[in-house]
């Protein structure tokens, strides 16, 4: 069944597919399978959009569910109000936010939680770690130019650079 306005948008269904096209070109299609693909006629993931190819040379696995390709900068966006928060949830069968991003635009703060509890966030005064923090195998801890504070267990551990002479304080 091909139906159209007459001003340039036809849709077409068939058994396998349901593709809308706008002046002849096809902008997205709906796959038997479920799969919506925008700018590809062959979605991989269940919501796949093309901007531009990147020519990849590799097949997104099958549990792709999210896929966004443009050959260029890529940007995802999600946009709140100033009061309100931005967040990616992690969930599972048990817990809908096991783990979680999140960043607050009433203190312009970022924290990650992982298994329910925040083990790290940033604001305006620097990094702050909660829990263990794991150092690599050298022992080695590099402080940037600007500092940090590390914060961990019951109580408050600090850890901060002089920027001047160095020296860790």
Partial sequence: VIIGDGGGFDMNINGTRHQFSIGGSEKMRLTSDGKLGIGTTSPSGRLEIIDSSTGRSWTPSS????????????????????????????GDTDDENVGFIDYDHNDNSLRFVVSTSERASIDSNG??????????????????????ILSGGNGQHRLARNCSSGAAV
Wanted: glycine share 10%.
């Fill in 63 to 90: 549990q792709t569910e999210f896929l966004v390709e443009r050959n260029g900068n890529c940007l995802i966006s999600i946009i709140a109000a100033n009061t309100s928060n931005s967040m990616i949830q992690f």
């Fill in 127 to 148: 990094l702050t770690i909660s829990g263990n923090l794991y150092v690599d195998t050298s022992g080695s801890l590099d402080i940037g130019d600007s500092g940090a």
